[in-house]
């Protein structure tokens, strides 16, 4: 039994979704004429209450839109330090955009009013403009960790008084609304753009969408096409993506209970030095070789994912069963280090 628990983007489409994807109607979306993605940016627009959608290959290409639409060089951004646009994007925010970036040192990724309002520059020659908030929610680095509605509100309010445009990288926000007992009606006319990854723990084998304004959208969709994300029959994809937030919300807390499981047992072990909280379905634990575990755990046909020379990472998901848990579960305790 192979255990794999690097990410939760490693969820393989169901029977029941492979058929969705079979029986969609397709059209060329460059064209505008696919009516299953059409289905989806609509339906991702009414959920969030936004405008428009647009349908994207990734989380990150919605993500470099959306700054690329929001802003122009010579403009910066805010967002934390171990937030995955300045992670993980390759430094997307310079190459498309050719704006600079200011950091905040949160909580577990988590920003407040008075660290950004700390890092908004005056309007002076030297100094980029302050344009741009983008939170993370879940934050992935920060294990899983939650803003909580009342939180992404105070943050709304704070950059609408400041007049900057508030972005959120939604990348596990079904996660983070699922754990604090949320639906996304809570979040209308918070936010001016939100990027919604349905490739990782709803199980679509690929799809974010990323919703706003229409004229916001339109231009989002120009900038789609010069970076390549113009596809043709896309509704093959878009359907999964359906399919997913149809019947693959609900059972997100089965990940967050079986995360909860795996922090318990790791915090009974003598070789972990530290679990960060769980909130979610990300594990995030300290130890004094990262890659010793790691290569450990793989002869054991377990795949997890060191974080960096200390810390490792297991992210749970549809794919991971109660039966996969229990193993897990032995062969951590029994692991010898």
Same mark, same amino acid.
């Given at each position: 039994?192979?255990?794999?628990?690097?990410?939760?983007?490693?969820?393989k489409?169901?029977?029941?979704?492979?058929?969705?994807?079979l029986?969609?109607?397709?059209?060329?979306d460059?064209f505008?004429?696919?009516?299953?993605?059409k289905?989806?940016?609509?339906?991702?627009?009414?959920?969030?209450?936004?405008?428009a959608?647009?349908?994207?290959?990734?989380?990150?290409?919605?993500?470099?839109?959306?700054?690329?639409?929001?802003?122009?060089?010579?403009?910066?951004?805010?967002?934390?330090?171990?937030?995955?646009?300045?992670?993980?994007?390759?430094?997307?925010?310079?190459?498309?955009?050719?704006?600079?970036i200011?950091?905040?040192?949160?909580?577990?990724?988590?920003?407040?009013a008075?660290?950004?309002?700390?890092?908004?520059?005056?309007?002076?020659?030297?100094l980029?403009?302050?344009?741009?908030?983008?939170?993370?929610?879940?934050?992935?680095?920060?294990g899983?960790?939650?803003?909580?509605?009342?939180?992404?509100k105070?943050l709304?309010?704070?950059?609408?008084?400041?007049?900057?445009?508030?972005?959120?990288?939604?990348?596990?926000?079904?996660?983070?609304?699922?754990a604090?007992? #949320?639906?996304?009606?809570?979040?209308?006319?918070?936010?001016?753009?939100?990027?919604?990854?349905?490739?990782?723990?709803?199980?679509?084998? /690929?799809?974010?969408?990323? /919703?706003?304004?229409?004229?916001f959208?339109k231009?989002?969709?120009?900038?789609?096409?010069?970076?390549?994300?113009g596809?043709?029959?896309?509704?093959?994809?878009?359907?999964?993506?359906?399919?997913?937030?149809?019947?693959?919300?609900e059972?997100?807390?089965d990940?967050?209970?079986?995360a909860?499981?795996?922090?318990?047992?790791?915090?009974?072990?003598?070789?972990?030095?530290?679990?960060?909280?769980?909130?979610?379905?990300?594990?995030?634990?300290?130890?004094?070789?990262?890659?010793?575990?790691? #290569?450990?755990?793989?002869?054991?046909?377990?795949r997890?994912?060191?974080f960096?020379?200390?810390?490792?990472?297991?992210v749970?998901?549809?794919?991971?069963?109660?039966?996969m848990l229990?193993?897990?579960?032995?062969?951590?305790?029994?692991?010898?280090?």
């Amino acid at each position: 039994m192979l255990i794999d628990l690097r990410s939760d983007t490693v969820t393989k489409p169901s029977p029941e979704m492979k058929q969705a994807m079979l029986n969609a109607e397709l059209g060329d979306d460059v064209f505008g004429e696919d009516p299953t993605v059409k289905q989806l940016e609509e339906k991702i627009a009414a959920m969030f209450g936004m405008e428009a959608a647009l349908f994207c290959p990734s989380g990150t290409m919605t993500n470099q839109i959306a700054i690329k639409a929001h802003t122009q060089p010579l403009d910066e951004l805010i967002c934390d330090k171990i937030c995955h646009i300045y992670n993980y994007e390759t430094g997307g925010w310079a190459f498309h955009s050719g704006i600079s970036i200011r950091l905040t040192d949160g909580d577990r990724g988590r920003m407040n009013a008075s660290q950004i309002e700390e890092l908004i520059l005056p309007d002076q020659d030297w100094l980029p403009n302050t344009r741009m908030v983008a939170i993370e929610n879940t934050v992935n680095k920060g294990g899983g960790s939650i803003y909580s509605v009342a939180e992404m509100k105070t943050l709304s309010d704070f950059c609408r008084s400041k007049n900057l445009i508030y972005h959120l990288d939604g990348a596990r926000i079904f996660n983070a609304l699922s754990a604090l007992n #949320e639906k996304p009606e809570a979040l209308h006319s918070m936010f001016d753009s939100i990027s919604v990854c349905i490739s990782k723990g709803l199980g679509a084998p /690929a799809g974010s969408v990323l /919703a706003g304004k229409k004229d916001f959208i339109k231009r989002s969709r120009k900038l789609r096409k010069v970076m390549g994300g113009g596809m043709r029959q896309s509704g093959i994809l878009a359907a999964a993506c359906i399919y997913a937030l149809d019947y693959n919300v609900e059972r997100l807390k089965d990940d967050h209970s079986k995360a909860t499981e795996l922090a318990e047992t790791l915090n009974q072990l003598a070789w972990v030095n530290k679990v960060l909280p769980v909130e979610t379905n990300i594990v995030i634990f300290e130890v004094a070789d990262a890659a010793k575990v790691a #290569e450990q755990l793989s002869k054991e046909n377990i795949r997890i994912q060191p974080f960096s020379p200390t810390l490792l990472r297991m992210v749970t998901h549809l794919d991971f069963t109660d039966a996969m848990l229990q193993k897990a579960k032995e062969v951590l305790i029994k692991l010898k280090l």
